[in-house]
C-alpha cells in the first residue's frame, strides 16, 4: 500500500514567498498535517512525497524544526504535476493500491482514505467526489444555461488505483486533457469509480482556504 504526495505548489495565488504546502497551519506545515493523515490510517503505508527540486533542502529543515519523524521517501519532481506523479511512481516497487494525494489537502478525512481504498481494491479504482452546494450554469461562447448540480461532481484527492494499472497510464505521452490522475487513467479506456468524498477535503490555494483549514481541522477525524 502506497500513498504518493505531490507538493509542487509555489505559493504565487496565496500572495506569499513561502509556498502553500509549507505555510504554517495550527502550529506546523500544511504538508505534515497531510502526511500525519496517511499515517493515522496505516502506519504501514509507504509514503512518498514528491517536491520541487529548489524545495528539497529547505523541506529536510523543516523537519528539523517541527522534529517531524514520520517516515517517507522524498522524490523531486518534475515540470508539472503529470511529470512528479511519474516519479513518484518510480519508487512503487510492489504490486498492490497505491493512491495519489495532493499536498496541500489536509483534511481529507480518515474514512474518506478508507473508502477509496475499499472501493480500489473491489474496482481497480476510486476517486472521491463530493457533489455542488451551489446552483451551476453552463457557459459557451455569449451563451448559458443552467446545469442539473446533481450531474455534477467535484473531484478530489486521494485517487486509489492498482498500481499496476496506474504505471501503465503513465507511460502514455503527456497530454493537455489529463487534469488530474483519472483522466490518466481513463485514457487507456479503463472505467472510473467514483465515492463519496468529504466536503471539508479543500485544496488550499488561496489565503482565505488556509483561514477555512484552520477553522475545521480541529472537527477532522
Request: with cysteine; hydrophobic share 40%; glycine share 6%.
Amino acid at each position: 500500500m502506497y500513498v504518493v504526495i505531490v507538493a509542487g505548489g509555489s505559493g504565487k495565488r496565496m500572495g506569499m514567498e513561502t509556498p502553500k504546502q509549507y505555510l504554517e497551519l495550527a502550529g506546523k506545515p500544511v504538508l505534515m498535517h497531510t502526511i500525519e493523515r496517511f499515517y493515522r490510517f496505516n502506519e504501514s503505508i509507504e509514503i512518498i512525497t514528491v517536491l520541487p527540486e529548489n524545495q528539497l533542502r529547505y523541506w529536510t529543515s523543516l523537519q528539523e524544526k517541527y522534529d517531524f519523524k514520520i517516515p517517507h521517501t522524498i522524490v523531486k519532481g518534475g515540470a508539472h504535476r503529470f511529470v512528479s506523479v511519474k516519479h513518484g511512481l518510480e519508487f512503487v516497487s510492489s504490486r498492490g493500491l497505491v493512491a495519489i494525494h495532493d499536498g496541500v489537502r489536509p483534511l481529507v478525512k480518515i474514512e474518506t482514505i478508507a473508502r477509496c481504498f475499499d472501493e480500489a481494491a473491489k474496482h481497480g479504482n476510486a476517486i472521491p467526489v463530493v457533489s455542488p452546494a451551489d446552483s451551476l450554469r453552463y457557459l459557451e461562447n455569449h451563451h448559458n444555461e443552467p446545469i442539473n448540480r446533481m450531474n455534477v461532481k467535484q473531484v478530489q484527492t486521494p485517487q486509489v488505483f492498482d498500481a499496476a494499472i496506474l504505471k501503465k497510464a503513465y507511460r502514455q505521452q503527456y497530454d493537455e486533457s489529463f487534469t488530474d490522475d483519472a483522466t490518466v487513467v481513463e485514457k487507456t479506456g479503463m472505467k472510473i469509480h467514483l465515492v463519496e468524498g468529504n466536503r471539508e477535503n479543500i485544496k488550499i490555494t488561496n489565503p482565505e482556504d488556509l483561514f477555512i483549514a484552520q477553522t475545521l481541522l480541529p472537527f477532522i477525524s
